[in-house]
């Protein structure tokens, strides 16, 4: 949580974006986390709430705020666990791992993730990899998350990584597959179906967008 002297940072009207609740709610569903009554029970049975910058409880209220800014740059969204415990229990039936996973999405599209954060660089370079190759090759993967999240570390490894190339544990060849055209055409589909719409999508489709 942003803090100034111990105390959190006050955010103000201007900063909000109040077009972000309705990008979020786009996806299959998710209009309902506008009936949220703030109740906790998501955050009381989130295994990783403890672990998180903000509780799933305070994330939908941040979305409802339009704290676009807080919510993208927040780890909350990428240490859930997907366990849909909270959805489970949601006396509103609020789809809260979707929306989870759609703040992660338009984290990514806008480069807003969390800086240095190795599991949203994973996620990322792994996608990457996919949609370029059709497969994803653990060292270079590897490689890029040390890279991207932590470069002494990735020297501080190097000699390992030496070692295992040298013993033929890990190689430099890039896996990939046949016809890799096609699987573009096809993730292209499901990118354009579960996409999340933006301000001038929801514009055009008659919502008031400030
Ligand atoms: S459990 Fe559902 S209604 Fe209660 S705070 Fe969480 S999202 Fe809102
Ligand atoms: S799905 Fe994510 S946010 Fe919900 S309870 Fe599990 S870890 Fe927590």
Redesign the pocket.
Known sequence: MDEWRGWPKIQFESEMDPSFADEIASIPGGDKLFSCIQCGT?SG?????PCMDYT?RQIIAMIRAGSRGKVLASRTTWL????????VECPKEIK??DI?YAAKRLAIREGAYPRHFGIPILANEFFKAVEKYGRSTESWLTVWLFLKSDPIQFFKFAGLGARLFLKGRIGAKRDSVKRRGELRSVLKVLEKEHMIKSKRELASAGKEVV
């Open positions: 998501c049975m989130c295994p990783l709430s799933p859930c666990a997907s366990c849909y415990a909270c959805s809260i791992t989870m």
